[in-house]
């Protein structure tokens, strides 16, 4: 096999001028195989297919497996926003050792199983608001394609058939190791394999394992058994958008050896480029261990490997060794929007420093952004939540706010700032820790912008149509981060219910004083309150409270 390049493609891309900048900027994107960013070039005018590699099903879904649907999720909602038609697929793998492991352990099928866990996974997600996806395979549904795609690598010399199992022939393939950019002798050094003589190489990988007692097993011409791990992806990837690609998502530790052998076979199949643009997310870590959060892939080779210690991390952060799943190690603590913003708070190549603590940190951040949806609201009698944004970045954002009697220049002019730069930012490879910066910057624009209007005492009707203006200018873009779309639950529980009860009396205490003029008594719970991070408003409906 050959090394190919992708032809060159040159969209059609606006000439900037002053109102359509926003949709002129060229988008760039890190591009693993190269090790550089590139121009944002599709393989079909404003088309673009993108495939993410899924979970294997055998167990509750952990936080790592969050990680990944929500960056190209919100990668998706960008390119969608910026005029692209998206095809987005996941794919869940429905056979595999440790669901063969796991299922003998509880006593129940694979099939039952990863159906159980399947149901588990895509609750999170809906959780997690991650709802672009367009297609889910499943494993199993593709068997004859993956049979169909190991003959061709069998008829073109790409792999051989040994005793029932079918092997890739890694020498063979003359740039095997271009993505991860190892050779065959490191690939080793770094891999355990188990010792087996039906390969001809040690680093050759299976593509299809005969079947063992009591295993799940499929009819084939070489005969029963079931796929490779690897194989299964590049089957799903081709049937459903094609030989080429334009984005291959995951975690960099499935660069290797994953999508290492995800390549090579698929190139070697179909004589095609594989991807266009590798994109692998930056794993977690907690403390000083770093890893993938609550479990990491355990196929080197043929081998697999425990993947205990990952485990270990996750059970340190949920508390108790066994509750690692993401609801009860995670969901129990803090909303899912609070977790979706804590990760997208990070550029998706940098590691995530996860901790209770640190998603505790964003809540209390994203607390301003709920008092100001309260706010808005109050001013204007209209839900934060019901306002109808633009979809579209040629809708709205190539057009600057422009000044009216009712909207101040200044802050036309600082939120079409930000605006850009909330662009720029997502323009340079999907910068979403950078875009969630600007959120916090337009939010402080406009409570300014309230403060010093004194909209929360008398508002007029154009003064209303101005902060609903600017208001719906930061939905539009926090829709493209996918937080801010649905209003969050309020506990209801008897705790709730008592601190709301005691914050009562405690105001209404202050208020008796503020009356009696009685300013020590006043000033003393004003002071108290804020040393526990509870804000007090006074206006004109009465005393509102918060945690800061």
Request: hydrophobic share 35%.
């Amino acid at each position: 096999r050959i090394s190919l390049s992708f032809p060159a493609h040159q969209q059609d891309r606006p000439q900037p001028n002053r109102t359509d900048r926003y949709i002129a900027m060229s988008l760039r994107v890190y591009n693993t195989l190269t090790r550089e960013k590139e121009d944002f070039q599709t393989l079909e005018p404003r088309k673009v297919t993108m495939y993410l590699c899924g979970p294997t099903v055998y167990k509750p879904a952990h936080i790592g497996h969050m990680v990944g649907p929500v960056i190209f999720d919100t990668i998706k909602r960008y390119l969608t926003y910026s005029g692209y038609e998206v095809t987005f697929v996941i794919n869940i793998t429905d056979v595999d050792d440790k669901l063969i492991v796991k299922a003998a352990e509880t006593g129940t099928t694979v099939k039952e199983l990863a159906q159980q866990m399947t149901a588990d996974y895509f609750d999170n997600l809906k959780l997690m608001g991650v709802d672009t996806i367009d297609h889910f395979p499943y494993a199993t549904d593709y068997i004859g394609e993956m049979q169909g795609l190991i003959q061709r690598l069998i008829d073109n010399g790409h792999a051989y058939a040994a005793n029932g199992d079918v092997y890739f022939n890694v020498t063979q393939d003359a740039d095997y190791g271009k993505l991860s950019r190892r050779s065959i002798e490191q690939m080793l050094a770094g891999t355990r394999v188990e010792a087996n003589d039906r390969k001809r190489h040690a680093a050759d990988f299976a593509l299809w394992k005969s079947a063992k007692q009591g295993e799940p097993a499929w009819d084939s011409p070489w005969g029963p058994g079931r796929p490779g791990w690897h194989i299964e992806c590049s089957a799903m990837s081709s049937k459903l958008l094609g030989d080429s690609i334009d984005i291959h998502g995951g975690g960099l530790d499935l660069m290797f050896p994953h999508h290492e052998n995800e390549l090579a076979q698929s190139e070697s199949a179909s004589g095609k480029p594989f991807v266009r643009y590798w994109m692998h997310n930056g794993l977690m870590q907690s403390g000083k261990n770093t890893g993938k959060v609550g479990g990491q892939h355990d196929r080197h080779g043929d081998a697999s490997d425990s993947d205990a210690a990952a485990d270990q991390i996750a059970g340190k952060l949920a508390g108790s060794a066994g509750a690692e799943s993401v609801k009860t190690a995670v969901f129990a603590h803090q909303p899912p929007e609070v977790v979706r913003f804590f990760l997208l708070s990070t550029h998706y190549r940098s590691p995530i420093d996860f901790s209770l603590e640190n998603i505790a940190a964003t809540a209390k951040s994203m607390d301003g952004f709920y008092r100001l949806f309260e706010t808005f609201e109050r001013i204007t009698g209209t839900s934060f939540y019901s306002l109808a944004a633009p979809q579209q970045r040629s809708e709205s954002a190539t057009r600057p706010l422009e000044a009216t009697e009712s909207l101040p220049g200044p802050l036309a002019a600082e939120l079409t700032e930000l605006t850009e730069r909330f662009l720029e930012a997502m323009d340079d490879d999907f910068n979403t820790g950078g875009a969630v910066g600007i959120l916090f910057e337009m939010r402080r624009a406009i409570n300014s912008f309230i403060n010093a209007a004194k909209l929360e005492e008398t508002a007029s009707p154009e003064q209303k149509q101005a902060l609903t203006e600017a208001v719906t200018r930061f939905k539009e873009l926090a829709n493209v981060l996918g937080v801010f779309r649905v209003p969050q639950e309020k506990a209801t529980g008897q705790d709730d219910a008592l601190v709301d009860g005691l914050m009562q009396l405690i105001l209404d205490i202050r208020l008796d004083a503020r009356k009696t003029k009685n300013w020590a008594v006043a000033d003393k719970i004003r002071d108290a309150l804020k040393e526990l991070n509870i804000v007090v408003e006074d206006g004109k409906e009465g005393v509102r409270w918060s945690r800061g």
